[in-house]
């Protein structure tokens, strides 16, 4: 998540440069250069750890989804050996079947009608009418 131009941090920059430049001697109770540099160096900080953070979870994410794929062949590994070695098991069979992801079936819809071939139609083939250099 970046800082918006006129958003917290950006005054936060902003301010600190007047402070710095313009109002250096001027203090106020809790709010003076050092105040405002320290408000900046934390962000900084925090923005740097959340940066890395979101690193650490990406790469996370992504060993998750390795584990998983080999996890996925090394079932579906099993449930094929299983299914040979059960062949002649039906209630082995029946509990592989239990233990199988469900799979769904071809989309149903309706069919789309084929398009009649204009009458007198001369191509026969399925190559489309393209014009050709002599």
């Not at 079947?97 to 084929?114: C, T, V």
């Amino acid at each position: 998540m970046s800082p918006s131009a006129d958003g917290p941090t950006a005054q936060l920059t902003r301010l600190a440069e007047l402070f710095e430049q313009e109002l250096g001697e001027v203090t106020f109770p809790g709010v003076d250069v050092r105040a405002l540099e320290e408000a900046q160096r934390e962000h900084s900080a925090a923005t740097a750890e959340m940066a890395e953070a979101e690193q650490l979870a990406e790469r996370a994410r992504q060993a998750v989804q390795e584990q998983e794929a080999s996890v996925a062949n090394l079932v579906e590994r099993a449930m094929a050996y299983l299914r040979v070695y059960a062949a002649d098991d039906r209630e082995l069979l029946a509990k592989l079947d239990e233990l199988a992801p469900k799979r769904r079936g071809p989309k149903k819809g309706r069919r789309r009608k084929a398009r009649p071939k204009p009458e007198g139609d001369a191509q026969t083939t399925a190559e489309p009418d393209v014009a050709r250099a002599s």
